[in-house]
């Protein structure tokens, strides 16, 4: 079965560090990957996806960037994090076939706290 | 930019009652997701119904999509304390990256 995972499940930066979060899939292959971000008390907001390695499209401009450097493996980074990142960020997995719905399947979350 | 908008954006039932919140949205879909999140955690597929269907069952969920109204229902019956949770509803556009949410149902049931 498929599983997949976000780490940290919590975190606490100071303004102005650095970010990196890590979303690994297991149990399919060639996911399309995503990252979301959700504010509090709001939905969520689609921030990158990728439909492969190497490949990434961003939805919001931000100074947030994404990379994929490996099938399973999708890592959301910050050189320098401002107070408006803060957050709850969430990862998702969907299958890639031509014939599915983009049923998309979420980890467990990682929230960003910028003090 | 958030397509969906749920409503109403709080709902508070006592237990064994129906609850149904709907979704309005603005653009044409290929098919439109309802999930279910707990506080603080990640979101859960809940059911998935196809911009050529109008209603789908699973259990005690029943959704209704009427694309003409742009809009959708999804109703819990027979409510548990369980079922407490945010609820959203997502957008599928024609193409292949990621989902629409709307801000979501915060549901309550009242034992």
């Known amino acids: 079965s498929q599983t997949i995972h976000q780490w940290p499940a919590t975190l606490v930066q100071p303004v102005g560090s650095p970010l990196s979060l890590e979303c690994t899939v297991e149990?399919?292959?060639?996911?399309?990957l995503y990252w979301y971000r959700q504010a509090a008390g709001r939905g969520l907001q689609l921030l990158f996806y990728s439909v492969g390695i190497g490949q990434i499209s961003s939805e919001v401009p931000q100074n947030l960037s994404a990379s994929r450097p490996q099938d399973r493996q999708f890592i959301l980074s910050s050189k320098k994090l401002l107070l408006s990142d803060s957050g709850f960020y969430l990862c998702a997995w969907s299958v890639m076939a031509v014939t599915s719905y983009n049923e998309q399947f979420f980890g467990p979350g990682t929230r960003l706290t910028v003090l | 930019s958030q397509q969906g908008e749920e409503d109403p954006q709080a709902l508070s039932i006592q237990e064994g009652e129906n609850a149904t919140m709907n979704c309005s949205y603005k653009?044409?879909?290929?098919?439109l997701q309802w999930y279910r999140q707990n506080s603080g955690r990640g979101l859960v597929h809940l059911i998935l119904i196809r911009s050529n269907e109008r209603e789908k069952h699973s259990g005690r969920l029943r959704v209704t999509l009427d694309t003409s109204k742009k809009s959708s229902s999804l109703l819990i019956t027979a409510s548990r304390a369980a079922d407490t949770a945010s609820y959203f509803c997502a957008t599928d556009a024609l193409r292949t990256d990621g989902l629409t949410f709307g801000k979501g149902t915060h549901l309550i049931i009242q034992p």
């Open positions: 149990g399919t292959s060639n996911p399309n």
């Open positions: 653009t044409s879909i290929n098919n």
